[in-house]
Structure formats: structure tokens, C-alpha cells
């Protein structure tokens, strides 16, 4: 049972473009959400979190848009650059629950971006 | 210092062997986290301490067993593994149990079972 969904599993795009990366999720008990990023042979890092009182946070070239109604979240990248090529994965939490601190992960979505 | 450190960074071993995965961080942070991750597959939650004191154990095979000798270090011992058990074995910190506080990741561990 997958309760955090990435239905995309590669993304290409242009340098200087916008990529859009979605994530789902089925549990509504989520109520925090995270977007991290993984290139090969290093741990995931940290980009980017929303709790679920907003429904957009934004940091520099990453925005982060929640639609709760949907279960559904989604980052944006603008402008693209060949180094955010990497693998993103979108997780999420339930805050206040016994399994405070774990974090439920989507498959991840591998983006490239072409010079 | 804002670094999780993993040893080694491959491992291989036999499924009669023991060993250990070593995480170290000198961030100050009180929670630390064991995450597997299998080819293609997102990461899994394996255990949580809480100020040195096991939180989580997400029914974990007790031939993985989770140590936290001090609020640096993160040791995960293995005996009698199987095949299956290879993967990416990675080490998260926070500053506080609960992940608001955002993790930091180590590098991870590449182990394979033969």
C-alpha cells in the first residue's frame, strides 16, 4: 500500500525551464510534507518542507504547492539548471502520531535538465 | 560540522558473518534514524532513537540490531543476513525527534549479502 506517490518516474526538461514535479498521497492523516533530493552515491538532502496549514511555500528557485482537498503536492523548479539533476523524492509525516518522527517516502522522480 | 558520517561506505559479507554500520554526527542533534533503501525503491524507516533511547523499531528482523552508545554515534550490527538484505543502508539525523525539524542524511552504506 503505497500512501506517497510519485506517478512520474523521469522528468526531462530544458535549461531555464520550469519542471513540475507531483507527488500523491492517501493517508490524511499527513500533515507534513518534504521534498528532497538525491544525486548517486549520496544520502537524500534536504530541500524544501510544507505543513499543511499553507498551501505554498517558497525558497529561492523552489516553490512548494499543496493542494489538501486533492492530496496532492507538487514542487516547482524555476529557472531550471543542469545541476538540479538529481532524484526527488517527495515524503510526508504525520505529525503528533506514536510514529512521530518517520517518514513515509514516494518512489522518487529522476529530473533531467538539458543545457 | 553539519555532516552525517557512514562507515564503511561498501560492504560486503557473507550471511554467516557479523558486522557493523557505523553513523556519526557532530551536530549537536538528538534523534537518529537507520533508513534502508532497496534498488529503485524509496527509503524505509528501520529505527529512531530519541536521545540515545530506541523510539521506533518498525518490526525490524532482530538479525539487524540498532546501538546508540552516545549521542554521536549510530551503530547498526548485522549477523546472519540474507541476500535480500542487501541494500542501501542510510543514517539520519535531526535536531529533535520529528521530522518538521528536517533530516540531515548520511551517504549511506552500499551493503551486499552473498
Same mark, same amino acid.
Given at each position: ?6 506517478? +512520474? /518516474? ?29 544525486? /548517486? *552515491?549520496?544520502? /537524500? ?23 489538501? +482537498?486533492?492530496?496532492?503536492? +507538487? ?6 539548471? /543542469? ?7 517527495? *515524503? *510526508? ?23 | 560540522?553539519?555532516?552525517? @558520517?557512514?562507515?564503511? #561506505? ?5 550471511? @554467516? !558473518? ?14 537518529m534514524?537507520?533508513? #534502508?533503501?532497496?534498488? #529503485? ?8 532513537y530519541?536521545?540515545e533511547?530506541?523510539?521506533? !523499531? ?9 546501538e546508540c552508545p552516545?549521542?554521536?554515534?549510530l !551503530? ?23 521530522? !518538521?525539524?528536517?533530516? @540531515? ?6 551493503? @551486499?549479502?552473498?
Open positions: 500500500d503505497q500512501q506517497v506517490k510519485q506517478n +512520474s /518516474p523521469s522528468l526531462s526538461v530544458q535549461e531555464g525551464r520550469i519542471s513540475i514535479l507531483n507527488c500523491d498521497y492517501t493517508n490524511s492523516m499527513f500533515d507534513y510534507f518534504l521534498w528532497y533530493k538525491k544525486y /548517486p *552515491a549520496e544520502g /537524500p538532502t534536504f530541500l524544501i518542507s510544507i505543513s499543511s496549514i499553507k498551501d505554498k511555500n517558497e525558497d529561492g528557485r523552489f516553490t512548494v504547492f499543496l493542494n489538501k +482537498s486533492a492530496k496532492h503536492l +507538487s514542487l516547482h523548479i524555476v529557472p531550471s539548471q /543542469p545541476g538540479d539533476s538529481a532524484v526527488y523524492f517527495c *515524503a *510526508a509525516s504525520a505529525i503528533g502520531s506514536s510514529n512521530t518522527g518517520k517518514l513515509i517516502f514516494g518512489q522518487g522522480t529522476t529530473l533531467q535538465v538539458k543545457p | 560540522d553539519t555532516e552525517v @558520517t557512514q562507515t564503511p #561506505k561498501h560492504l560486503v559479507m557473507g550471511m @554467516t !558473518n557479523k558486522k557493523s554500520l557505523k553513523c556519526e554526527q557532530h551536530m549537536g542533534h538528538r534523534a534514524y537507520w533508513y #534502508k533503501q532497496k534498488a #529503485k525503491k524509496p527509503p524505509e524507516l528501520m529505527f529512531v530519541s536521545y533511547k530506541l523510539s521506533i !523499531n518498525e518490526s525490524v528482523p532482530s538479525r539487524f540490531s540498532p552516545n549521542s554521536s554515534l !551503530n547498526l550490527h548485522l549477523h546472519a543476513l540474507q541476500p535480500e538484505d542487501s541494500a542501501l543502508y542510510l543514517c539520519a539525523s535531526s535536531q529533535e525527534q520529528g521530522s !518538521n525539524y528536517g533530516y @540531515t542524511f548520511g551517504s549511506g552504506t552500499r551493503l @551486499t549479502v552473498v
